[in-house]
Antibody, heavy 124, light 106 residues
Framework: QVHLQEWGAGLLKPSQNLSLTCAVY????????WTWIRQSPGKGLEWIGE???????NYSPSLKSRLTISVDTPKNQFSLNLTSVTAADTAVYYC??????????????????WGQGILVTVSS | DIQMTQSPSSLSASVGDSVTITCRAS??????LNWYSQRPGEAPSLLIY???TLQRGVPSRFGASGSGTDFSLTIRNLQADDIGTYFC?????????FGQGTKLEI
C-alpha cells in the first residue's frame, strides 16, 4: 500500500517562492508520473504538473512560467517549486499517484493514491 | 483546456434515496473520466475510473456511466457516510481537469 506525505512551508508572503516535497512510502517509485494537484475555494481542484522517476515533466500551461517539479529518485521523493506567489496560490496542495492502463496515446489514468494535503497560505 | 461542468453544484437527500450527479466535458474525452469523493478535511478518494469501473473497495451502491462528453454518477440507497463533495476528472488531455464539485448533504 503506497503512502504519500507532503511537507513544506505553510505560510508565505507575496512574491516569495513556494517549495513543497512529497515522499512516497511503499510500492514502486518508478513507472509513475508523480503529480501535484491543488485545491482552492475559488478554483476547485487544479492539476499542477507531473514528473516521472527519470525527470520527465509535464506542466499546466497556466503555471508553467513559475513552476519547477523535480525528483530525487534515490529518496523516493519529488518536489514542487512555484516562484513569485500571490494570494491566488493559496490552496491545499496534494501530491498524488496516477495509475492506469494502455499504451502511447491510449493510456487511461486515474489518481488512486493521494497525500493528506498541506495548506499553503499566501498573505502579507 | 477541457472544461468539466458538474450539476447540480449541491444537493440534499435522505438516507435510502438515490441521487444522480452529471458531468459534462467541453470536448470528447471518450471514457477517460474518473469520479472522486471527498469528505471535509480529507483528500479526494477514487470511486470510479474509466467512466464506469468501480474502484476496489467502493460499495456497489455507486455506479457510473457515460462516454464522450456526458457522464453520470449514481448513488443508490444513500447512507449517512456518503456525505461530502463529488468530483469528476478527465484524463484524456493535459492539463487534466476536474469538475467544480457537487456537495452532497444528507
Amino acid at each position: 500500500q503506497v503512502h504519500l506525505q507532503e511537507w513544506g512551508a505553510g505560510l508565505l508572503k507575496p512574491s516569495q517562492n513556494l517549495s513543497l516535497t512529497c515522499a512516497v512510502y511503499g510500492g514502486s517509485f518508478s513507472g509513475y508520473y508523480w503529480t501535484w494537484i491543488r485545491q482552492s475555494p475559488g478554483k476547485g481542484l487544479e492539476w499542477i504538473g507531473e514528473i516521472d522517476d527519470s525527470g520527465n515533466t509535464n506542466y499546466s500551461p497556466s503555471l508553467k512560467s513559475r513552476l519547477t517539479i523535480s525528483v530525487d529518485t534515490p529518496k523516493n521523493q519529488f518536489s514542487l517549486n512555484l516562484t513569485s506567489v500571490t494570494a491566488a496560490d493559496t490552496a491545499v496542495y496534494y501530491c498524488a499517484r496516477p495509475v492506469g492502463y494502455g499504451s502511447g496515446s491510449y493510456y487511461i489514468s486515474w489518481f488512486d493514491s493521494w497525500g493528506q494535503g498541506i495548506l499553503v497560505t499566501v498573505s502579507s | 483546456d477541457i472544461q468539466m461542468t458538474q450539476s447540480p453544484s449541491s444537493l440534499s437527500a435522505s438516507v435510502g434515496d438515490s441521487v444522480t450527479i452529471t458531468c459534462r466535458a467541453s470536448h470528447n474525452v471518450h471514457s477517460y473520466l474518473n469520479w472522486y469523493s471527498q469528505r471535509p478535511g480529507e483528500a479526494p478518494s477514487l470511486l470510479i475510473y474509466a467512466a464506469s469501473t468501480l474502484q476496489r473497495g467502493v460499495p456497489s451502491r455507486f455506479g457510473a456511466s457515460g462516454s464522450g462528453t456526458d457522464f453520470s454518477l449514481t448513488i443508490r440507497n444513500l447512507q449517512a457516510d456518503d456525505i461530502g463533495t463529488y468530483f469528476c476528472q478527465q484524463s484524456y488531455s493535459s492539463p487534466y481537469t476536474f469538475g467544480q464539485g457537487t456537495k452532497l448533504e444528507i
